[in-house]
Nanobody, 124 residues
């Protein structure tokens, strides 16, 4: 069992930056690929980025490539999402998720554990 807690969301102006964190409980954090997803009101939950167990590989959605950076610190049981050049269309609840595989997947149904989400609002 893995419990995930996101933090770092908030209100930011377009062009600004935010850093999200996701802290995981348990002693097997490094056994999970991790992903960030987001869901805007009235829209489906969408894949943002995933990272492999070791942190050596990442996979970004085209919409955030070059602006967002995902990283992980297995010693701290934490993953991060650094978001730059934010746009109003990035406004959503952001969720981190854990997947018991080596490589991250893009499908939300593949993930085993989810956090409660953190709201990111980008004003124009």
């Amino acid at each position: 069992q893995v419990q995930l807690v996101e933090s770092g969301g908030g209100l930011v102006q377009a062009g600004g930056s935010l850093r999200l964190s996701c802290a995981a409980s348990g002693h097997t954090f490094s056994s999970y690929a991790m992903g960030w997803f987001r869901q805007a009101p009235g829209k489906e939950r969408e894949f943002v980025v995933g990272i492999s167990r070791s942190g050596a590989s990442t996979d970004y959605a085209d919409s955030v490539k070059g602006r967002f950076t995902m990283s992980r610190d297995n010693a701290k049981n934490t993953v991060y999402l650094q978001m730059k050049s934010l746009k109003p269309e990035d406004t959503a609840v952001y969720y981190c998720a854990a997947d018991q595989r080596i490589w991250p997947r893009r499908e939300a149904t593949e993930y085993d554990y989810w956090g409660q989400g953190t709201q990111v609002t980008v004003s124009s």
